[in-house]
């Protein structure tokens, strides 16, 4: 029997409802970002964001799956990691359904699901995955039962750290897509500090310098050209790092970051020369949404793993290699 | 005679035969794909630094191989071939008393760098090699650094926690121990900060 699962991801600025099959079919998959008018987010508009799209949202997403609400089997909900407020509204969501449906309730980690909706898209079985967003830059591979992280920024995000610069540089928000664009203008390159640490790497002196380069007039691509160059070539080499060491032949890009063109190419060389076949998750998939716990959802369903809602407290600090990935 | 040992993440190893004698020459080979600034800056530093790192920790007492000439326009070293097995291998296979040893002999290792103010920069198991003697050897110096802080040593053992939970998982804790015990033989007290600041370091990641 084909399962449908309805998953709702809701970690941090976005909401998202999407519907997936036990047979990897993606029905629909919907999802609305909160955009500040200035400044970064704050967790409390977030979660009231949340709530307010929210039903609307998962309406859409069943809509668009043409199915009806008596025929959602599971729900699945991001429980961890977060941003605690957003967290508890998505999880509200989910139990609701969850009791009004009569169905059972899956909780799913946000990190594991960006690797696996990965995978059924790219049909990798065991892959070196470079998750990159605004919240997460972590170099994980599977091992002994978990998702290890064999690399991750020892202080911001890459995200973090590209959209904090937008701000600096008088972009909206998210300034990445923006840097990308500007980046492409730029010719000259300015040294920035390249801090790889074994596997792990930091981003913080970096962010600094670029905004010393501005503060000296610098122009915007000049900086951005430099800012993407270095931090994506710190990424490339912590990714080489955990291919050599881990001996295997996939390479996954994924997250909100993974839209970025220029990384694409980077890593897509790093697996070249490693002869390992790469994917970066298309964009609709790469970001956060609902589809990605919706099939998490199924395959952790499928391995026998549910949760009672008594149980289903939020996990804001819940990090990838704490699960037991009980059906790999 | 050229064999390639392995293809690292910044180089490829190859195994060369000399004057009736092994040597490894190490080739951190152009990656097209980074900008062209920063990949030849990198593998003209870490060519450079390797050479001399790997003669540091050596006058500190850690078993390192001689380096017999270095090519800065190609970026190649040649040095000693070491026989033997890396570490990350052999950790699975010994028994748990040889292991505890060989663990505490790759904190005392590491402990002769952090009391010289010297970081080896990517500890892991791989880049240790037990040769047939179970002597213990430490290679792939291109990220290590002089003039320490405490924060470097901290990352460095940090680098070491990580290395031993993603890659020998089921023996983690007993390693970890170890090779702490064995840090601690060396420096005694002024251990201390660097132990609680790689506890810090850990805590600054995501999610702890």
């Known amino acids: 029997m084909t399962l449908h699962c309805l998953g709702i991801e809701g970690t941090a600025h976005s909401f998202g409802a999407g519907v997936v099959t036990s047979d990897g079919k993606v029905l629909s998959n919907e999802w609305d970002m909160l955009k500040p008018d200035q400044g970064g987010i704050h967790p409390r508009e977030a979660s009231r964001h949340h709530s307010e799209v929210g039903p609307d949202i998962i309406r859409k997403a069943i809509q668009k799956a043409a199915i009806g609400f008596q025929d959602i089997d599971l729900i699945a909900f991001s429980r961890g990691p977060g941003l605690g ?4 509204t998505t999880a509200t969501i989910a139990r609701t359904l969850s009791l009004k449906l009569e169905v059972p309730l899956v909780d799913v980690n946000h990190c594991v699901a960006h690797i696996e909706i990965g995978c059924l898209e790219s049909t990798f079985n065991d892959p070196v995955t470079v998750y990159v967003s605004g919240g997460n830059t972590q170099i994980i591979a ?64 970096m962010l600094t310098a670029a ?7 610098v122009p915007t691509p000049e900086i951005c050209y430099s800012v993407q160059e270095t931090s994506f070539g710190m990424l490339a080499e912590i990714a080489e790092r955990a291919i050599a060491h881990t001996k295997k032949s996939e390479l996954l890009l994924t997250g909100g970051v993974a839209r970025n063109n220029r990384l694409t190419e980077i890593l897509s060389g790093v697996a070249e020369r490693h002869e390992a076949e790469f994917h970066r998750v298309s964009p609709s998939l790469a970001g956060d949404q609902g589809a990605m716990i919706a099939w998490n959802g199924i395959l952790q369903f499928n391995a026998g793993r549910q949760i009672e809602v008594e149980n289903s407290h939020v996990l804001p600090k819940w990090r990838t290699d704490d699960q037991d990935i009980l059906w790999r | 005679m050229k064999e390639v040992l392995a293809r690292g993440a910044e180089s490829v190893i190859y195994k060369i035969e000399e004057w009736g004698f092994s040597f490894v020459l190490k080739w951190r080979q152009a990656k097209p794909y980074l900008l062209k600034d920063i990949d030849s800056h990198l593998r003209k530093s870490r060519t450079s630094r390797e050479c001399k790192m790997l003669t540091v920790s050596r006058s500190l007492g850690v078993p390192t191989p001689a380096v017999y000439s270095v090519d800065l326009d190609k970026h190649m070293i040649m040095m000693d071939f070491i026989s033997g097995t ?44 037990v040769d047939d003697r179970s002597r213990m050897w430490i290679v792939d110096f291109g990220l290590s650094e002089m003039n320490a802080t405490l924060e470097m040593k901290g990352v460095d053992l940090h680098l070491i926690h990580r290395a031993l939970e993603t890659t020998h998982w089921d023996l983690q804790e007993t390693m970890l121990d170890s090779t702490l015990e064995g840090y601690v033989d060396v420096l005694g007290s002024t251990a201390e900060p660097t132990l609680s600041r790689m506890k810090e370091i850990r805590e600054r990641g995501r999610y702890h």
Not at chain 1, 166 to 193: D, Q, S, T, W
Not at chain 1, 211 to 217: F, M
Not at chain 2, 86 to 113: E, T
Request: with cysteine; proline share 4%.
């Open chain 1, 85 to 88: 407020p957003c967290l508890r």
């Open chain 1, 142 to 205: 599977f091992a002994g039962g978990r998702f290890r992280t064999f690399g991750e920024t020892l202080d911001i995000a890459i995200g973090n750290m590209l959209d904090v610069l937008g701000r600096e540089l008088g972009m909206g928000f998210p300034g990445g897509p923006i840097i990308e664009i500007e980046a492409k203008k730029g010719e000259v390159y300015h040294n920035l500090p390249y801090s790889v640490k074994g596997m792990d790497l930091s981003y913080s002196g």
């Open chain 1, 211 to 217: 905004k010393k380069l501005y503060s000296e007039g």
């Open chain 2, 86 to 129: 890396q570490f990350k291998q052999l950790a699975g296979q010994v028994s748990r008393s040889d292991l505890i040893s060989l663990c505490r002999g790759f904190g005392k290792l590491i402990a002769l760098l952090h009391e010289g103010n010297v970081v080896h920069g990517d500890p892991t198991t791989s880049n240790i090699i």
